[in-house]
């Protein structure tokens, strides 16, 4: 079974350019998840989607963070315009929802640095 | 909202000895699932181990095993004959039995002496 997709692996860019990363989840999963993981610190839930719909997005800077799954498959986050803060690891997950006791699994992120 | 507590940022063992990382969470809930992650310097997070709140019983998997204290909120993670594989940055985290997120505690960073 093929693993949840992340791309680019790295991304360095000047603060106000804008930015997008991308995810595949694994097939089947119709929970994905975007987190921001700032070096030094857990990882902090950005956005869920459950298909294609946002289940909680709470904690997403909303005037500069953008994110869709228009298919209910691959999603992409948006920051537009970068600050020097959002400097982190991006990290998309999955898991197949419904059951309790499934296990959500990671890519391996992309790391964003802003200067 | 739930909240979980990783009071050690970094801890070393030597290589073949135990060594013993701690977790708090603080909910409200009584049905939920605590986990332990490794994220070595790939990034890739992987599970380590996954502890039910209804069962009594310690999870276990090979060389790691929890220390699960309900009443005290505790959920602590033993690593037996450490390996240098094991140097990584470990994740406790906490998730609601029917939610979906995952709250994350800090981190430890975990060195392996040879």
């Known amino acids: 079974e093929a693993g949840v997709a992340q791309s680019p692996r790295y991304k360095i860019i000047e603060k106000r350019q804008s930015v997008a990363f991308w995810c595949n989840p694994i097939?089947?999963?119709?929970?994905l998840y975007w987190y921001q993981q700032i070096l030094g610190q857990g990882p902090k839930l950005l956005i869920q989607f459950q298909n294609n719909g946002v289940v909680d997005d709470s904690q997403l800077p909303k005037d500069r963070f953008s994110a869709e799954r228009l298919k209910g498959v691959d999603s992409t986050l948006k920051i537009q315009p970068a600050k020097l803060e959002d400097s982190a690891v991006y990290l998309c997950?999955?898991?197949?929802?419904?059951?309790?006791?499934?296990?959500?699994?990671f890519g391996q992120g992309t790391r964003l640095t802003v200067v | 909202a739930q909240t979980v507590t990783q009071s050690q940022p970094e801890m070393s063992v030597q290589e073949a000895e135990t060594v013993t990382l701690s977790c708090t969470y603080d909910t409200s809930e009584s049905d939920y699932y605590l986990f332990w992650y490794k994220q070595p310097p790939s990034r890739q997070m992987i599970l380590v181990i996954r502890q039910e709140a209804y069962k009594q019983q310690n999870a276990t998997e090979n060389r790691f095993s929890v220390n699960f204290q309900k009443a005290a909120k505790s959920f602590s993670l033993k690593i037996s004959d450490s390996q240098l594989g094991d140097a990584a940055m470990y994740f406790c985290a906490y998730r609601q039995e029917y939610g979906n997120k995952l709250v994350f505690g800090a981190g430890t960073i975990l060195r392996v002496k040879s």
């Open positions: 997950a999955s898991r197949r929802p419904g059951q309790k006791d499934t296990e959500a699994f």
């Open positions: 097939s089947g999963h119709a929970t």
